[in-house]
């Protein structure tokens, strides 16, 4: 096994079987060795720093109906919010005064959030803090839309792909949803130049190595500047809400093939991967992930936005995150640095 993990180091690439071998049980040793090869990618390219983002949760509407998620549609148990213009700048203010250099604003599809609104409130963000980055969650919209975004000042766009493959996604969401149109969002933002993030949910249910693979094989292509995974968890009021959620160790297999995959790639230990095991961010760091994304939503909304059950930190404040985070972060040997934190291209240079 070990010289198919020197194999995807050395040549960013494994044939369909050996994935497949990577992926299913693997020894100790052989996972102890794959997560050392991802930390010594990791560090010769960002060293031991570790990237914060600060997360603004800033609606939990959504048009959308996907079967995993806690904020669907149809979710009638969940009271909605939305943070006004307002409150989500004094996020910003708080943030960037705990040494926040990237917001990303995440939220469900929520057509109050039209253009016009969004463009204002990057602009005014870029106005406050020329020095910030501004990363959008905001899912599916037009190319029209993406570009309008992205002149407002917009720099990156996370849209996890959730699955690769056609059918799985179609057992993840119901037929309004489409893979294509999906994909074709990715591709539009990479078109449009903005840092791109696209991902997956681990142990999603339905899925299969082959799957997985497939997931491995977009991110060869698509060649995103971000990718974050983290474990599915079921969520109580959902259709999926007795299904099995997905485990540490294949998260951290995952994390480990993916830096070795993508060697400069900005990859977060998720905040899913801290909720199903108590030190699952640490564990994320040492075995290749390089950014962590704490909360800075005001502690009124947290618990609202559930996207799965037992989500942590939903009764922290920002800056009792941030200690608690730096704390963690200085156990694994990282540390945390106040940074844009762009990604860092094949020459060495940072993208802007
Ligand atoms: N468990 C884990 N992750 C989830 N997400 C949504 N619902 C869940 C869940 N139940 C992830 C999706 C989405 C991201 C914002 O959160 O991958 O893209
Ligand atoms: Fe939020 Fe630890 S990261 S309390």
Redesign the pocket.
């Given at each position: 096994m070990q010289a198919i993990i020197d194999k995807l180091e050395l040549t960013h690439n494994l044939s369909d079987d050996e994935f497949a071998a990577l992926l299913a049980t693997i020894s100790p040793d052989d996972e102890k060795y794959l997560s050392q090869r991802a930390r010594k990618v990791r560090e010769k390219c960002y060293g031991r720093d570790v990237y914060i983002r600060g997360l603004i949760e800033f609606t939990n509407y959504c048009r959308n109906n996907?079967y995993?998620?806690?904020i669907r549609r149809d979710n009638a148990h969940v009271q909605r919010y939305r943070l006004t213009a307002g409150q989500i700048l004094s996020c910003c203010d708080s943030g960037y005064q705990l040494g926040f250099r990237t917001f990303v604003l995440?939220g469900g599809e929520d057509a109050y959030f039209t253009d016009e609104r969004l463009c204002e409130l990057i602009r005014e963000i870029k106005r406050r803090y020329p020095a910030c980055a501004i990363t959008l969650?905001v899912g599916e919209r037009s190319k029209d839309s993406y570009q309008r975004l992205f002149a407002a000042g917009a720099d990156r766009y996370?849209?996890?792909h959730?699955t690769a493959n056609k059918g799985h996604y179609e057992a993840l969401h119901p037929a309004e949803m489409s893979f294509c149109h999906r994909l074709q969002c990715l591709r539009d933002l990479k078109e449009i130049g903005y840092q791109v993030g696209c991902?997956?949910?681990v142990g999603?249910p339905g899925q299969k190595i082959e799957h997985l693979i497939q997931d491995l094989r977009l991110l060869q292509e698509l060649q995103p500047e971000m990718v974050?995974i983290?474990?599915?968890?079921?969520?109580h009021d959902?259709p999926?809400a007795q299904e099995a959620?997905?485990t540490v160790s294949m998260t951290l297999r995952l994390l480990s093939i993916i830096r070795l995959l993508l060697p400069n790639v900005l990859l977060p230990a998720?905040t899913?991967l801290g909720t199903i095991d108590p030190k699952g961010r640490e564990k994320g760091l040492l075995a290749g992930a390089n950014v962590l994304m704490p909360n800075l939503s005001p502690t009124e909304v947290r618990k609202k936005y559930a996207?799965?059950?037992h989500k942590i930190c939903t009764g922290e404040e920002a800056a009792e995150c941030i200690r608690c985070l730096a704390a963690r972060v200085e156990s694994t040997g990282y540390k945390i640095v106040v940074s844009r934190g762009d990604h860092i291209d094949k020459e060495g240079t940072k993208i802007r």
């Open positions: 996907c995993y998620c806690g995440q969650s996370l849209l996890r959730e991902g997956m949910m999603s974050g983290g474990p599915f968890i079921p969520q959902t999926f959620g997905g998720t899913a996207l799965y059950d």
